[in-house]
């Protein structure tokens, strides 16, 4: 019961928790009905059960775990851009790095400059 309390904690302050944990909320919305309308004893229910009971009672449960979902989400796909943006930096820390680059780039705006200015 402690780490189902520890996840009952996580939940109520918003904390990451690992993504695969939500993999049985599927099967949590089908217990939400009945344990809504269940009136027995909660100490009658199963582990699984108690727990699901518990997480109904935080307010807007279902939104809170959707938003961690969400986040959890988000905070893998920033760290796939973050490689994408790391090598953008390496490249462009390298054309101002080297001269060659910068002296080629520059002969090829002129040689724009002139095309344009030949053609109109």
Do not use: C, W
């Not at 939940?11 to 690992?18: E, G, M, P, Q, S």
């Not at 049985?24 to 217990?31: D, E, G, T």
């Not at 920033?78 to 994408?84: L, T």
């Not at 080629?104 to 030949?118: A, I």
Request: hydrophobic share 45%.
């Amino acid at each position: 019961m402690a780490s189902q309390s520890r996840i009952l904690q996580a939940i109520k302050d918003y904390k990451n928790l690992n993504i695969y944990f939500f993999s049985f909320f599927p099967f949590l919305f089908l217990k939400i009905s009945f344990l809504k309308t269940y009136v027995g004893r909660i100490d009658d229910l199963g582990e699984v059960e108690q727990f699901y009971y518990h997480l109904i009672q935080l307010p807007n449960f279902d939104f809170r775990i959707e938003a961690m979902v969400l986040k959890g989400d988000f905070d893998g796909q920033i760290a796939a851009i973050k490689e994408d943006f790391k090598l953008l930096h390496r490249l462009f820390k390298l054309f101002d790095e080297t001269h060659s680059i910068k002296t080629f780039l520059r002969y090829v705006l002129h040689t724009g400059t002139f095309l344009n200015q030949v053609i109109y």
